[in-house]
C-alpha cells in the first residue's frame, strides 16, 4: 500500500494586528491509499488551513508536505497548478459553481483547463453525473438545483479529472441533516469506487463516522484517534 500524504512538522501563522497567529504547530499527519480520514474541531482551530496547505493552495512557514511522494514546497505555481489539476480533487462548504454554466459545463471545466477538448470532457461529465444521481438535471444551471442537487454536482466536478486524493471542507455544512445523511452515504461510495484517499473535514459527528480514521484537531496538532461507531 503506497503512502499518499506524509505531512511532517507543519506549522502555520498569520498576522492579527501587531501580532502573529499560530494555527498549526507541529502538525503531522500520514495517510495511505485508500484511507478516508475525518478531521474534526472547533471553528478557527486551522482545519481549513490544513486543507488549503494539503492542496498546495497555501504554503506553511516551516515543515514538509509530500503528496503521492511529490514535496509541494519544490513545485512552482505553474507546477503546483497542473499537478493539483490532475490529482486532487477538492469539495467545499460552498459549492462555488458557475452560476451562468449548466450542470454539465460545471463538471467538464477542469477537463477543459487541461486543455481536453469538450466533444471528449461532455460523455466523462455526463457519466459522473449519472453517477451521482443528476443525469436528468444536467442541463440545469446551478440557480436551477436544490442545495444538496448543487453538491453533487461539485462532487462530481471534484471527481472528473480522476483524482487519487480528495480534500472535503464541511461537504456537509450548507445542507440540511437528510440531505447530508444522503451526501455521507455518496461520499462513502465515491470514495470506494473511485479508489480514492478522501481528508474530510467536518463538525458533523455522522459525517465522521463514514471515515476509517477521525482526528480531532486542537492546539495546532491532532490529537490521538478517536473512536467513532459506523456510518448508518
Known amino acids: 500500500m503506497s503512502r499518499i500524504i506524509d505531512v511532517r512538522e507543519i ?6 494586528g501587531e501580532q502573529r497567529l499560530e494555527v498549526l504547530a507541529g502538525l503531522s499527519l500520514a ?12 471553528s478557527g482551530s486551522g482545519k481549513s488551513t490544513l486543507l488549503h496547505l494539503l ?7 516551516h515543515g514538509s508536505i509530500g ?11 505553474p507546477e503546483m497548478s497542473d499537478f ?27 477537463l477543459l483547463l487541461r486543455g481536453v477538448l469538450q466533444t471528449e470532457a461532455a460523455p466523462s461529465a455526463a457519466a459522473i453525473l449519472a453517477e451521482v444521481g443528476l443525469d436528468k438535471r444536467s442541463l440545469h444551471r446551478p440557480g436551477e438545483l436544490s442545495g444538496g442537487e448543487q453538491q453533487r454536482v461539485a462532487l462530481a466536478r471534484a471527481l472528473i479529472g480522476n483524482p487519487r486524493l480528495l480534500l472535503a471542507d464541511e461537504p456537509t455544512g450548507n445542507v440540511d441533516p437528510q440531505t447530508g445523511q444522503a451526501i ?19 463538525h458533523n459527528e455522522k459525517l465522521a463516522r463514514i471515515c476509517s480514521r477521525v482526528y480531532r484537531l486542537e492546539n495546532g496538532k491532532l490529537n490521538d484517534e478517536l473512536r467513532m461507531t459506523n456510518y448508518e
Do not use: C, W
Open 84 to 110: 493539483r489539476n490532475r490529482t486532487i480533487g477538492f469539495v467545499f462548504q460552498f459549492h462555488h459553481l458557475l452560476p451562468e454554466f449548466t450542470a454539465l459545463e460545471n463538471v467538464m471545466m477542469p
Open 67 to 77: 503528496i503521492l511522494g511529490q514535496e509541494l514546497s519544490g513545485l512552482s505555481r
Open 184 to 202: 455521507g452515504v455518496l461520499l462513502k461510495g465515491l470514495h470506494a469506487r473511485h479508489s480514492l484517499t478522501s481528508i474530510i473535514v467536518t
Open 11 to 16: 506549522h502555520k501563522s498569520y498576522r492579527s
Open 31 to 42: 495517510a495511505d491509499e485508500g484511507e478516508m480520514i475525518g478531521i474534526t474541531g472547533v
Open 55 to 61: 492542496g498546495g493552495m497555501d504554503r506553511p512557514d
